[in-house]
């Protein structure tokens, strides 16, 4: 594949294991440049997105993943959406957050949202979605999906994610690696890979040495026998559009459009994920008032 963001899917241990691996530098940079994100809130929603990709990519169709992390700390949560096309867009509530390093000199992300608790949302096309929280356990992201993985889901799980952010506020490098013990692994699987894991770097020093996400994969599982099964692309994205936001200002109600028209000669409406604007005339909301 190409330089450019991207995923890979992979089992090993014969299937006793699924793998993920993501490198999203490029995406990630994009949101810090919609968002003017500071950098912790920059590793923050980077980290959240790595995971929500991984998520995303077990779904199938039009199905689709959200994220919520409501916190009480300086960044007071995030909200991270992904598709199951490689599509994922997402923000932080309080984007300019600084704190001091923390005290192994890394951004202090989890002083930046603990406490709080972690929301995932998998609207699988039911009546109704399936839903899990966990309590943030260190607020650094990787160590709560694995939590939530393992209490909600069942599911043993390592996840790690990481992001490099440059002095001037762009991304350097980010991405990451869930790895899941399925139902067919043994007590030796999980006793050889707890024991690889103390030696592996950190998923930001491979990935900024020029791993790719498969080689990441193969250094994390060693002798496991990685077999990758899917490459795809990933990317930010939003489908927001003008139409999508004059339907939601039909759903304001007849008296609060009447009063918005009242009020204002043009109405500009800002995306939360994405940053754009658009914009709708005060001649428009009466059109749509005579609609309704």
Same mark, same amino acid.
């Given at each position: 594949?190409?330089? %450019?963001?991207?995923?890979?899917?992979?089992?090993?241990?014969?299937?006793?294991?699924?793998?993920?691996?993501?490198?999203? =530098? *490029?995406?990630?940079? *994009?949101?810090?440049?919609?968002? %003017?994100?500071? +950098?912790? =809130?920059?590793?923050?929603?980077?980290?959240?997105?790595?995971?929500? #990709?991984?998520?995303?990519?077990?779904?199938?169709?039009?199905?689709?993943?959200?994220?919520?992390?409501?916190?009480?700390?300086?960044?007071?949560?995030?909200?991270?959406?992904?598709?199951?096309?490689?599509?994922?867009?997402?923000?932080?509530?309080?984007?300019?957050?600084?704190?001091?390093?923390?005290?192994?000199?890394?951004?202090?992300?989890?002083?930046?949202?603990? +406490?709080?608790? #972690?929301?995932?949302?998998?609207?699988?096309? #039911?009546?109704?979605?399936?839903? $899990?929280?966990?309590?943030?356990?260190?607020? *650094?992201?990787?160590?709560?999906?694995?939590?939530?993985?393992?209490?909600?889901?069942?599911?043993?799980?390592?996840?790690?994610? $990481? =992001?490099?952010?440059?002095?001037?506020?762009?991304?350097?490098?980010?991405?990451?690696?869930?790895?899941?013990?399925?139902?067919?692994?043994?007590?030796?699987?999980?006793?050889?890979? *707890?024991?690889?894991? +103390?030696?592996?770097?950190?998923?930001?020093?491979?990935? !900024?040495?020029?791993?790719? +996400?498969?080689?990441?994969?193969?250094?994390?599982?060693?002798?496991?026998?990685?077999?990758?099964?899917?490459?795809?692309?990933? %990317?930010?994205?939003?489908?927001?559009?003008?139409?999508?936001?004059?339907?939601?200002?039909?759903? #304001?109600?007849?008296?609060?459009?009447?009063?918005?028209?009242?009020? %204002?000669?043009?109405?500009?409406?800002?995306?939360?994920?994405?940053?754009?604007?658009?914009?709708?005339?005060? !001649?428009?909301?009466?059109?749509?008032?005579? !609609?309704?």
């Amino acid at each position: 594949m190409s330089k %450019q963001d991207y995923l890979v899917r992979a089992t090993a241990a014969e299937g006793a294991v699924r793998a993920f691996a993501v490198r999203s =530098a *490029e995406l990630t940079d *994009e949101a810090q440049r919609r968002h %003017q994100l500071y +950098p912790i =809130a920059s590793a923050a929603l980077g980290r959240t997105m790595v995971v929500a #990709l991984c998520m995303g990519s077990m779904l199938k169709g039009k199905e689709h993943i959200t994220i919520q992390i409501h916190s009480e700390g300086l960044l007071r949560g995030l909200v991270v959406s992904a598709d199951s096309a490689g599509n994922v867009r997402g923000y932080v509530r309080n984007p300019k957050v600084h704190l001091p390093l923390n005290s192994k000199g890394k951004l202090a992300v989890g002083e930046a949202l603990r +406490p709080g608790t #972690l929301h995932v949302i998998r609207d699988m096309g #039911l009546r109704e979605p399936y839903q $899990g929280s966990v309590e943030l356990q260190t607020g *650094e992201i990787g160590d709560d999906f694995a939590y939530y993985f393992s209490l909600s889901e069942q599911t043993p799980s390592v996840v790690s994610v $990481g =992001a490099l952010i440059n002095p001037n506020g762009s991304v350097r490098t980010c991405g990451g690696y869930i790895i899941q013990l399925l139902p067919t692994a043994d007590n030796g699987v999980a006793d050889r890979l *707890e024991e690889r894991l +103390p030696h592996i770097p950190a998923v930001t020093t491979m990935l !900024d040495s020029g791993k790719t +996400p498969e080689t990441v994969l193969h250094q994390v599982l060693g002798d496991f026998n990685v077999e990758i099964w899917e490459q795809r692309e990933v %990317q930010y994205f939003c489908p927001c559009s003008l139409d999508r936001f004059r339907q939601g200002l039909i759903t #304001l109600g007849r008296d609060e459009l009447k009063s918005l028209a009242e009020e %204002q000669e043009t109405l500009e409406l800002v995306c939360h994920f994405c940053q754009e604007k658009y914009y709708v005339s005060r !001649d428009e909301v009466l059109r749509l008032l005579d !609609d309704m």
